[in-house]
């Protein structure tokens, strides 16, 4: 099937300009939230959590990490309600710029050196910012480009949002990386990470221009028309899809903790156990981040051939085994055991991270989707990515080694399989039907 089929009724020209919109955008979002997630175990806990024991500020800096996924639940509320009553596209230009405003304030924020307990204080409001704003953005980016595609391809297509994460995060440690090896450690500290933050204004204002020139999706654009836009999203997600709901959370958990692992602990566990230097480690989760960039839409495009849920499974088994070998490898100190454990272990999340979207959507009816999404990811986000690296500092702080946060991961990846066997698999004919009833629709009001 061509890989620019739309959904029906829909021109290919609009196919590609919802995939770039979804994936330029949330690319651009996970940018903000991924550059406050390397500085966390970079340069955060000297300048706004000070104490004599690194481990401590650590902890600390993570803590305020974990505001960002804690605060996601009220963004999936909020801007998931909005989603099914007022449409995608609104929704996301609003969570866009509260990300992007959040992420600048940051790069201005003075220390605790300078204002004392206001600067934690500050930092934690501007991280429960960006959690809401990111909490309210994925259901709708997934959206955006799974309902103008074809829905028997909605792994391809939903994999444009997921592509932004490892952007993201490529961008960001890329930036920080640039930064770190052009400045002395003096200089970076002392005010040269704000750079990674300040740019944030223009990256938003690319991302505005994109979403702001596309049109909301056909399937809201049936709903609507046909007046079934729902009242009470999330109370009827709860009443009316409680298993969904169960399936696409637990769905989420093991892939959250893995990417934590790999992307943020990582630069924690590689500096400060093993000895590598952050250069190193940031090179190592950059080359990874890269790879990913290509292995999620293939992912993607692959569950639609295959069955969608037996794919994520495998991507899960292998995730309860890879951390116990990546923690031998590493050990030994050899840059290239780091790079390559690196990219398997990021290589094994793309498997399931790909075709995540598109299983999470499928759980929920169209009128509901973006709600159900947006709770199923935000709620997840806690128990997954919130917790994990705070539980992996103190478990690395009461055993010194990577074992323990192995099995940890091997845990959470078993909540994944459990999800995945109480899902549904996709159904088609959902938005097959809704389109064609408002293409008849539409030549009847004319004549009208």
Same mark, same amino acid.
């Given at each position: ?25 949330? !690319? ?11 500085? #966390?175990?970079? @340069?955060? *806990? ?9 481990? =401590? ?26 989603? /099914? ?46 959690? @809401? ?18 829905? $028997? ?11 932004? *994460? &490892? ?16 400045? #002395? ?8 990470? +704000? ?15 994109? +979403? ?5 999706? *056909? ?19 709860? $009443?009316?899809? *409680? ?7 637990? !769905?989420?958990?093991?892939? /959250? ?20 230097? +952050?250069?190193? @480690? ?6 990874? !981040? ?12 692959? !569950?639609?051939?295959?069955? +969608? ?13 890879? &951390? ?18 690196? @990219? ?10 790909? &075709? ?8 929920? #009816?169209? $009128? ?34 990577? =074992? ?11 909540? =994944? ?8 698999? &996709?159904?088609?004919?959902? /938005? /097959? ?16």
């Amino acid at each position: 099937m061509d890989a620019a089929a739309p959904a029906a009724g829909v021109s290919r020209a609009s196919v590609r300009k919802a995939y770039a919109a979804s994936l330029t955008g949330t !690319s651009l979002e996970w940018y903000d939230f991924a550059v406050y997630s390397s500085a #966390s175990a970079l @340069v955060l *806990p000297q300048l706004f959590f000070p104490s004599s024991d690194p481990l =401590t500020g650590t902890l600390l800096a993570f803590s305020t990490y974990a505001v960002g996924y804690v605060a996601r639940p009220l963004g999936g509320i909020l801007f998931g309600r909005l989603g /099914d009553v007022i449409g995608r596209k609104k929704v996301l230009v609003a969570t866009l710029l509260l990300i992007g405003i959040a992420t600048f304030v940051i790069g201005l924020l003075p220390t605790y050196a300078t204002i004392g307990v206001a600067a934690p204080v500050l930092l934690v409001l501007m991280r429960f910012a960006q959690g @809401v704003g990111v909490g309210g953005e994925w259901g709708g980016a997934v959206l955006l480009s799974a309902e103008f595609g074809d829905p $028997r391809r909605r792994g391809f297509y939903s994999s444009a949002a997921q592509v932004g *994460p &490892p952007a993201g995060n490529l961008l960001a440690n890329g930036v920080l990386g640039l930064l770190t090896v052009t400045m #002395s450690e003096a200089t970076f500290e002392g005010g040269g990470w +704000r750079i990674a933050f300040l740019l944030s204004a223009l990256l938003v204002a690319f991302g505005l221009w994109i +979403r702001l020139k596309l049109e909301d999706t *056909p399937v809201f654009q049936a709903i609507a028309e046909r007046g079934d836009a729902p009242s009470a999203p999330v109370r009827e997600v709860f $009443r009316t899809s *409680p298993r969904g709901l169960v399936a696409a959370i637990c !769905s989420r958990v093991g892939p /959250d903790v893995l990417y934590a692992m790999f992307t943020v602990f990582v630069l924690t566990y590689g500096t400060t156990v093993v000895g590598f230097s +952050r250069g190193q @480690v940031l090179a190592a989760v950059l080359v990874g !981040s890269a790879c990913q960039l290509f292995l999620m839409p293939l992912a993607g495009a692959l !569950s639609d051939r295959v069955n +969608r849920r037996l794919l994520y499974a495998v991507g899960a088994v292998c995730a309860m085994v890879w &951390p116990f070998v990546f923690f031998a490898l590493v050990d030994g100190g050899s840059q290239v055991a780091l790079t390559v454990g690196v @990219v398997v272990g990021l290589a094994i999340h793309a498997f399931m991270y790909g &075709p995540q979207a598109a299983f999470v959507t499928e759980q929920f #009816s169209p $009128r509901l989707r973006y709600t159900g999404s947006s709770l199923a990811y935000t709620i997840a986000g806690i128990f997954g990515g919130a917790l994990a690296p705070l539980a992996f500092t103190a478990l690395l702080d009461a055993t010194g080694g990577g =074992t323990a946060i192995a099995v940890y991961i091997a845990v959470a990846a078993a909540v =994944t399989l459990v999800g995945l066997a109480l899902g549904r698999d &996709p159904d088609p004919a959902e /938005d /097959d039907a809704l389109l064609a009833e408002n293409a008849a629709r539409r030549p009847a009001a004319r004549a009208a």
